[in-house]
């Protein structure tokens, strides 16, 4: 069974690694496919969460072993990413399914940084990087809290 997130854009595609969230000290797979734009989009998203304390996110070339895979989703379906998890046939849940897509070329950041926060488990908010539709730069107090890691530095502070 597929359970779609609406996000915004971007694609983590994971290996049957038994867990479908992504750790805060996961490892990151970056398709090939990734665009240079998304690509380093991608990267200073990860970096991002990674300033706040909270996270420990890797990128890694190598598809297996990892945690999560962004890839690149191609034209725009009406939103600018998307998150899912997959079960594999075995009935092992996949970890999440991160694509960004061409429309989002001046946001992959920002977009970036709300599918990874999906992949972790954070839904959807009215204000910060997890509203919907945000173009947010940075990791807000809100996310981190949601994450249940509160007490780490955010871009506002």
């Known amino acids: 069974m597929r359970l779609p997130i609406l996000l915004?854009?971007?694609t983590l595609t994971l290996p049957a690694c038994g867990s479908d969230l992504l750790p805060t000290d996961g490892t990151v797979f970056l398709d090939p496919s990734l665009?240079?734009?998304?690509?380093q989009g991608a990267l200073e998203a990860l970096a991002e969460?990674?300033?706040?304390g909270a996270t420990q996110?890797?990128?890694t070339d190598d598809a297996y072993p990892c945690d999560a895979v962004i890839t690149f989703g191609g034209k725009s379906r009406g939103f600018a990413g998307w998150t899912s998890t997959r079960t594999a046939g075995d009935g092992r849940r996949?970890?999440?399914?991160?694509s960004l897509y061409l429309t989002t070329v001046p946001y992959y950041?920002?977009?970036a940084l709300h599918e990874l926060g999906h992949a972790m488990g954070l839904?959807?908010?009215?204000?910060?990087?997890?509203?919907?539709?945000?173009h947010q730069e940075c990791v807000d107090r809100g996310a981190l809290d949601s994450l249940?890691?509160?007490g780490f530095p955010t871009c506002a502070e």
Not at 123 to 134: C, K, N
């Open 8 to 10: 915004l854009a971007l």
């Open 35 to 39: 665009p240079t734009a998304a690509r």
């Open 49 to 52: 969460w990674n300033a706040t």
């Open 57 to 59: 996110l890797t990128y």
């Open 94 to 98: 996949q970890p999440p399914r991160i």
């Open 109 to 111: 950041k920002s977009v």
């Open 123 to 134: 839904p959807h908010a009215h204000t910060g990087i997890m509203a919907d539709g945000s």
């Open 148 to 150: 249940g890691r509160d």
